[in-house]
């Protein structure tokens, strides 16, 4: 696939399909008149009219005869006046969608010509970029018939304003695909079926990053290093199953050697049948996706690496399954953690925090600037902020802005949740250090709390991903979040 920015307008530009806005009004976007010009007005007479409308993401594909293009896609932009970020983002979706089901071999955008506010060439190149990655990708299906044809479409161009903005929108653009890649490889692993990602899956899928890429290297260890380790606390989750427990270390060389790096800490969980506090069945064929902040940190190292971020960048994966069985942990059990702490497990479906800590133990040894973790952590974070937004909470209130302000750059949005002092009290135990779980009140920011406790000295914040990390229903798979708030992130930190 190839993205590309030209300049000019579009009346002069040769493609397969020209993409274009209208207004809710009924009036064609400004970057839609010259090319309207060449049409004799056709555009405008089917706008007036009513045949075009222009509701944000509303779509219509045109054939014309004469002019630069073969086809017009005609995308609704809502009212007139600047978009937003949000409105760009999902008219460019909306867009790709369609120019993907058109069988068009090439286009340009003229969408990025509009007024966005708080963007500039680079940001419309990156979210046009990351938009087509989007409708382009296709689940990993697991069928017997033969796979559809993939699309056609196989160069996208944007347009900008002049010359001097196209190495801008020229970089964005490929920052955007390489965020699209990486948003891929999170959806691939994450829409796997769990007998076939497994804990031993994703160690040989590391394995494959750092063969793709020369500044990633990759190391497993096993169940033998993590008892060296003293990883009670991990180890007590993957008791009740067959499948060996695997941590992971995927490493981006990007900067000078020796400089701190950034450590991203995400939970693998491949399969959480809640163990013996066994979930509802309804739904539980989701938990398959309990491993996708494993599988955020292996799409962001890959967008890393695509795009050269000049930074290092280790990514530590705790994978595992929580399954029942006679050796399973019990609840009342208590375990040892890496840092000597004893956990009452009070309900062992609160697992991802007891991976967490001692992956978050771990990456004191590499004496990290930044230890970001991401994890479909809670189903409290789901009631409280929904399918929309992802939770943050740190220890550092430098950090999670820096976080917020790359989703909204992202338009990958996260919201601030407190860790106050009252919510660790809720943590006491009588038989250990502390428990693992206090029951529904503040589940998402106790469970936050409850890994603060292994971050002392380290800047750190949690990223709660449960609720935006996949979809249900008729639309069930990955989303691909939050790779672009993380590579965003990483690609704007500045350090302390």
Request: charged letters at 20%; glycine letters at 8%.
């Given at each position: 696939?190839?993205?590309?920015?030209?300049?000019?307008?579009?009346?002069?530009?040769?493609?397969?399909?020209?993409?274009v806005?209208?207004?809710?009004?009924?009036t064609l976007?400004?970057?839609?008149?010259?090319?309207?010009?060449?049409l004799?007005?056709?555009?405008?007479?089917?706008?007036?009219?009513?045949d075009?409308?222009g509701?944000?993401?509303e779509t219509?594909?045109l054939?014309?005869?004469?002019?630069?293009c073969?086809?017009?896609?005609?995308?609704g932009?809502?009212g007139?006046?600047?978009?937003?970020?949000?409105?760009?983002?999902?008219?460019?979706?909306?867009?790709?969608?369609?120019?993907?089901?058109?069988?068009?071999r090439?286009a340009?955008?003229?969408?990025s010509l509009?007024?966005?506010?708080?963007t500039?060439?680079?940001?419309?190149?990156?979210?046009?970029?990351?938009?087509?990655g989007?409708?382009?990708?296709?689940?990993?299906?697991?069928?017997?018939?033969?796979?559809?044809?993939?699309?056609?479409?196989?160069?996208?161009?944007?347009?900008?304003?002049n010359?001097s903005?196209?190495?801008?929108?020229?970089?964005?653009?490929s920052?955007g695909?390489?965020?699209?890649?990486?948003?891929?490889?999170?959806?691939?692993?994450?829409?796997?079926?769990?007998n076939?990602?497994?804990?031993s899956?994703?160690?040989?899928?590391?394995?494959?990053?750092?063969?793709?890429?020369?500044?990633?290297?990759?190391?497993?260890?096993d169940?033998?290093?993590?008892?060296?380790?003293?990883?009670?606390?991990?180890?007590?989750?993957?008791?009740?199953?067959?499948e060996?427990a695997?941590?992971?270390?995927?490493?981006?060389?990007?900067g000078?050697?020796?400089?701190?790096?950034?450590?991203?800490?995400?939970?693998?969980?491949?399969?959480d049948s809640?163990?013996?506090?066994?979930?509802?069945p309804?739904?539980?064929?989701?938990?398959?996706?309990?491993?996708?902040?494993a599988?955020?940190?292996f799409?962001?190292?890959?967008a890393?690496?695509?795009?050269g971020?000049?930074?290092?960048?280790?990514?530590?994966?705790?994978?595992?399954?929580?399954?029942?069985?006679?050796?399973?942990?019990?609840?009342?059990?208590?375990?040892?953690?890496?840092?000597?702490?004893?956990?009452?497990?009070?309900?062992?479906?609160?697992?991802?925090?007891l991976?967490?800590?001692?992956?978050?133990?771990y990456?004191?040894?590499f004496?990290?600037?930044?230890?970001?973790?991401?994890?479909?952590?809670?189903?409290?974070?789901v009631?409280?902020?929904?399918a929309?937004?992802a939770?943050?909470?740190?220890?550092?209130?430098?950090?999670?802005?820096?976080i917020?302000?790359?989703?909204?750059?992202?338009?990958?949005?996260?919201?601030?949740?407190?860790m106050?002092?009252?919510?660790?009290?809720?943590?006491?135990?009588?038989?250990?250090?502390?428990?693992n779980?206090?029951?529904?009140?503040?589940?998402?920011?106790t469970a936050?709390?409850f890994?603060?406790k292994?971050?002392?000295g380290?800047?750190?914040?949690?990223?709660?991903?449960?609720g935006?990390?996949?979809l249900?229903?008729?639309?069930?798979?990955?989303?691909?979040?939050?790779?672009?708030?993380?590579?965003?992130?990483?690609?704007?930190?500045?350090?302390?």
């Open positions: 696939m190839r993205f590309h920015a030209v300049s000019g307008a579009a009346a002069r530009r040769r493609t397969d399909c020209a993409i806005g209208v207004h809710e009004s009924g976007a400004a970057s839609a008149v010259p090319l309207d010009a060449r004799n007005g056709r555009l405008a007479r089917l706008a007036k009219r009513g075009l409308r509701r944000i993401g219509a594909l054939d014309v005869d004469g002019g630069p073969q086809r017009v896609l005609v995308v932009i809502g007139k006046g600047a978009l937003t970020r949000k409105q760009y983002k999902k008219a460019m979706l909306a867009a790709a969608a369609a120019l993907v089901r058109s069988g068009a090439d340009v955008s003229f969408l509009e007024t966005v506010t708080a500039d060439a680079y940001y419309r190149g990156r979210l046009a970029a990351e938009a087509v989007h409708a382009l990708y296709r689940v990993p299906a697991i069928r017997s018939t033969r796979p559809p044809k993939p699309p056609a479409l196989a160069a996208f161009a944007i347009a900008v304003q010359r903005q196209v190495a801008d929108a020229n970089r964005g653009l920052h695909a390489a965020i699209a890649a990486g948003a891929s490889l999170t959806r691939d692993l994450a829409n796997l079926p769990a076939v990602c497994t804990p899956y994703l160690a040989s899928r590391a394995r494959q990053l750092a063969r793709e890429h020369r500044s990633v290297s990759a190391r497993t260890l169940e033998r290093e993590l008892k060296r380790l003293r990883m009670g606390s991990f180890l007590s989750v993957t008791a009740g199953t067959d060996p695997r941590l992971i270390v995927l490493r981006h060389q990007g000078r050697r020796g400089a701190a790096p950034i450590v991203l800490v995400g939970k693998g969980v491949t399969f809640g163990g013996i506090s066994l979930k509802q309804p739904g539980m064929d989701e938990m398959k996706f309990d491993m996708t902040g599988a955020s940190v799409g962001a190292i890959k890393a690496a695509i795009i971020l000049p930074i290092n960048l280790i990514g530590i994966v705790p994978a595992c399954e929580n399954m029942p069985s006679g050796h399973a942990t019990k609840p009342g059990d208590i375990v040892r953690s890496m840092s000597g702490r004893t956990i009452e497990v009070v309900n062992t479906d609160a697992e991802g925090r991976i967490l800590c001692d992956a978050l133990q990456a004191r040894r004496k990290p600037a930044v230890v970001l973790d991401v994890a479909t952590l809670t189903g409290a974070c009631i409280a902020l929904g929309h937004l939770a943050v909470m740190s220890n550092d209130e430098a950090l999670a802005a820096e917020l302000a790359a989703g909204q750059r992202a338009e990958d949005r996260a919201w601030h949740m407190p106050a002092e009252e919510y660790h009290e809720q943590l006491k135990s009588n038989f250990a250090d502390f428990t779980s206090c029951g529904r009140e503040g589940g998402a920011i936050a709390c890994l603060s292994f971050t002392e380290l800047r750190w914040a949690h990223l709660d991903i449960a935006v990390a996949y249900s229903g008729a639309q069930k798979g990955s989303t691909g979040r939050p790779v672009a708030l993380l590579v965003d992130f990483l690609a704007n930190h500045r350090g302390s």
